[in-house]
């Protein structure tokens, strides 16, 4: 059985149709095993032995659409591959806390259309692209007030194909695959 975590974006914990339990539900209604939800923000783990990714997320994507009305997007990564991301330790030396956030942002694409610029504001500093797991490392200082516009920037240019997890979040979604 191969592992998978499913990153869904657009995910409203505060939406009926968005709960933990009628999630799960979709994903075991599709016929994998050992489903499991990670936080409230659209982290679903599941085994199954399908090995064609994209087609796993078009058709997680439909259901979810179909049964709940949830139009976001899917994107699925292995178990091997956030467990090798994690192995690569991209933030070494760094921790997430205040003036730290480290965040990954997946890209359902396999290479983005766009460099990132050197500076996309003064409270973002880009790690760099990740080209295994597909995917942006940041770290955004959130010490003060002030929002950064990175968000606003990446959706600007990269369209809704993309979202974004803390490196905590991947931590956790990788234990969880473990168990």
């Known amino acids: 059985m191969n592992r998978y975590a499913a990153l869904l974006r657009g995910i409203m914990p505060t939406n009926p149709n968005m709960k933990n339990d009628k999630l ?20 679903v783990v599941f085994r199954c ?9 078009a058709r997680i994507q439909e259901a979810l659409n ?17 467990r090798a991301l994690l192995d690569r330790d991209p933030f070494e030396g760094l921790a997430h806390q205040r003036g730290s ?7 359902k694409d396999p290479e983005p259309q766009a460099e990132p610029p050197e500076l996309v504001d003064e409270l973002t500093r880009i790690i760099g692209y990740d080209k295994p ?13 002030q929002t950064t516009n990175f968000m606003a920037w990446l959706d600007k240019t990269y369209g809704k194909d ?18």
């Open 24 to 43: 799960r539900a979709v994903f075991e209604g599709l016929g994998f095993e050992k489903v499991a939800t990670l936080l409230s923000s659209g982290n």
């Open 133 to 145: 797991s597909r995917a942006f490392l940041t770290v955004i200082d959130n010490s003060t007030p």
């Open 162 to 179: 993309i979202t974004t997890r803390t490196w905590l979040t991947i931590q956790k979604i990788v234990k969880k695959l473990e168990a």
């Open 49 to 57: 032995a399908d090995t064609d990714v994209p087609e796993l997320e």
């Open 66 to 82: 179909r049964e709940l009305g949830i139009p976001g997007g899917t994107i699925i990564r292995s178990y091997e591959e956030l």
């Open 101 to 107: 956030y480290l965040t990954v942002t997946f890209f």
